[in-house]
Nanobody, 123 residues
Framework: QVQLVESGGGLAQAGGSLRLSCAAS????????LAWYRQAAGNQRELVAV??????????NYRDSVKGRFTLSRDGAQNAAYLQMNSLKPEDTAVYYC??????????????WGQGIQVTVSS
């Protein structure tokens, strides 16, 4: 089992910044895809940013509304990931979820989610 725990959420003013962290634990062999999703009240969960590792390196993509404001980074040695959120807007208010896909120490695939963390941006 691979467990994910998010931290760093809270309240910010519009134009401010927050940094979310995602710590992965368990029998992890690889984290091939690491993504941040969010779900605002009454809305469907949406992809915010995703980092995919491949033999040729890796690629990170963002939804258009956060490009230039959010940055996803990873610390492979610590099995951790971060989402730096700058220039926050009220429409960024949501519960943010970390998602990891990879292989465990027995080479079994896993697809794990964190419990979610609230981010609230006031105008």
């Amino acid at each position: 089992q691979v467990q994910l725990v998010e931290s760093g959420g809270g309240l910010a003013q519009a134009g401010g910044s927050l940094r979310l962290s995602c710590a992965a634990s368990g029998s992890i062999r690889s984290i091939d895809t690491l993504a941040w999703y969010r779900q605002a009240a009454g809305n469907q969960r949406e992809l915010v940013a995703v980092s995919v590792v491949s033999d040729s390196g890796g690629v990170t993509n963002y939804r258009d509304s956060v490009k230039g404001r959010f940055t996803l980074s990873r610390d492979g040695a610590q099995n951790a990931a971060y989402l730096q959120m700058n220039s926050l807007k009220p429409e960024d208010t949501a519960v943010y979820y970390c998602n990891a896909v990879g292989r465990d120490s027995d080479y079994r695939p896993y697809d794990s989610w964190g419990q979610g963390i609230q981010v609230t941006v006031s105008s």
